[in-house]
């Protein structure tokens, strides 16, 4: 019998005595009819609750048979930096330091310069990052790939970013985000000719041969030199036996600026839609299954602004035109299947302007604030804040090695070097100094002490040296500039 008639029917049936008179086998029977129907309200109640518990139990047993296909793998790295820096002199630099009470509307009448010549002392620099990366085989054809990600630095009162000889300050954070979530289908899996599409949040840094450096597994599909950012939207992969070929077109984005303590060689991308073609194939020369990565990338429509202070944002830039990227790489593990791995990475930026100008040259103070010919927030009174995008061609190389002197130990050395025009894209480096942005020279030495399989410990020592100014700058004519950075840091990571 239905619930809600039932209920309906008790206080209906409880009022027939009224009628009945002094009929004593109505009121018997109406009695035994009172009894059915409490005893079937109660069996009723009895079902639903078991209804209810075995709601629980099912969804509990469904999210744990979710649950089950997620392998969760924990990534915690604690780093201290010590940084020197020496900025000898920039061509055209002669932007003075105004006093603190300053408030005029001339040119800030201090006597040190704030760009050039001076030299910077920092306090060690404490960061810690936390990865917690996702995997799962959701099915034959699909997978799924997540990573959530945490960063905080003890760099607020010294922010290492060496543009200016007074040390500028930010407020203590930290960073939370969701920095990998996309989908893998592949029709037909485990053939020579297999296709995937991969759909959202995409692996597109921390690319090869950063692993190297890094001890880890190389994360990006994408060679690091030609293309190393945060992106979301679609990458096709082709596989031709042990060919892949893969095409990309997404959108780019960047971090919160806490992900990286040192900010000087990057830019807040505002808007960039990407578009690429690579290929990437593994076969054996001297004794190494070498991988030999190629290929061309766009940034369309670019729209970026330089780390310059909390005053300077995207609502004062423009789009000034697209910068193609293109290069080719070759990595060599165990050569000749000895301890020794050695890779060689080159490419090439190539600008297409659009005319516009993006510009943070100071032309008149207001208030004791240097401000540009539009009233917006300047940075320098040198030309190279202001211009187009650049107008030449940039190239870059990048070469190390590395070599495993037992299980427990291994050491390594890389180079690097960028030209006058050179122009990176890789606003989503790992690296916290985006070394591959440099526009001159930068060495790094390191070496990896293994305590266990998943934990160790990295002692290294970056020097960069800046030939040009706009490191990492994707407007404005480069001035010389004679400069140079010294980072000693230790690194202690735990992986599971």
């Known amino acids: 019998m239905d619930k809600h008639f039932t209920m309906l029917l008790i206080p209906v049936l409880a009022t027939l005595p009224l009628f009945a008179g002094s009929d004593n086998a109505a009121l018997k029977k109406i009695e035994s009819l ?5 005893q079937l309200k109660q069996q009723l109640e009895s ?34 930096d010590k940084l020197r820096y020496e900025n000898s002199s920039i061509e055209g630099e002669n932007t003075k330091i105004a006093p603190s009470d300053y408030t005029g509307n001339a040119p800030a009448p201090g006597t040190l310069n704030r760009r050039s010549g001076y030299t910077k002392h920092f306090d060690i620099a404490t ?25 905080n630095t003890t760099q607020s009162h010294q922010r290492m970013c060496i543009l200016s000889r007074d040390i500028k300050a930010q407020n203590a954070e930290s960073a939370f985000d969701v920095t990998l979530a996309y989908i893998d289908y592949t029709p037909r899996p485990n053939t020579d000719y297999s296709s995937t599409l991969s759909i959202g949040i995409l692996p597109t840094s921390n690319g090869t041969p950063m692993q190297y450096t890094q001890n880890s597994q190389r994360s990006s599909m994408f060679p690091a030199l030609v293309f190393d950012m945060n992106s979301y939207g679609l990458i096709y992969t082709q596989k031709l036996k042990s060919i892949y070929a893969r095409a990309v077109f997404a959108q780019a984005y960047t971090l919160r600026n806490i992900f990286y303590p040192y900010q000087c060689n990057r830019e807040n991308i505002d808007n960039a839609t ?10 054996r020369v001297l004794g190494s299954r070498a991988l030999l990565s190629a ?31 293109t290069g080719i790489g070759i990595d060599l593990p165990k050569i000749n299947e000895s301890a020794l791995d050695l890779f060689v990475h080159t490419a090439l930026s190539i600008p297409n302007s659009n005319g516009k100008i993006q510009d943070y040259k100071i032309t008149h103070y207001q208030n004791g604030k240097g401000l540009t010919a539009t009233n917006t ?7 190279y804040a202001s211009g187009t995008m650049l107008t030449k061609n940039g190239y870059a190389l990048y070469f190390g090695t590395k070599y495993t002197l037992n299980d427990r130990f291994d050491i390594g050395a890389e180079f690097n070097h960028g030209s006058k025009y050179w122009f990176a894209a890789t606003q989503g480096a790992k690296n916290m100094f985006n070394k591959l942005a440099l526009r001159g020279n930068g060495y790094e030495f390191y070496a990896h002490w293994m305590f266990t399989r998943h934990i160790f410990a990295k002692f290294g020592f970056l020097d960069m040296h800046e030939r040009y100014t706009g490191s990492g700058w994707h407007f404005g004519e480069p001035a010389k500039k004679k400069a140079d950075q010294e980072i000693s840091y230790v690194s202690l990571h735990a992986k599971f």
């Open 274 to 283: 990407i578009t690429g073609i690579y290929l990437d194939d593994t076969f």
């Open 47 to 80: 079902q639903n609750e078991n209804i209810l518990e075995n709601e629980d139990i099912l969804e509990k047993v469904e999210t744990k048979s979710i649950l089950d296909k997620i392998n969760f793998s924990p990534d915690l790295e604690l780093r201290f």
């Open 377 to 383: 927030p300047g940075f320098t009174e040198a030309d």
């Open 295 to 325: 290929g061309f990338n766009a940034l369309l429509d670019f729209k970026a602004h330089p780390y310059l202070g909390p005053d300077v944002t995207s609502a004062d830039t423009k789009v000034l035109g697209s910068i193609y990227t």
């Open 127 to 151: 960061t810690i990052y936390f990865d917690l990366q996702m995997s799962a085989q959701l099915d034959e054809h699909t997978k799924f790939h997540g990573k959530l990600s945490f960063a």
């Open 34 to 38: 009172q009894q059915e129907l409490q």
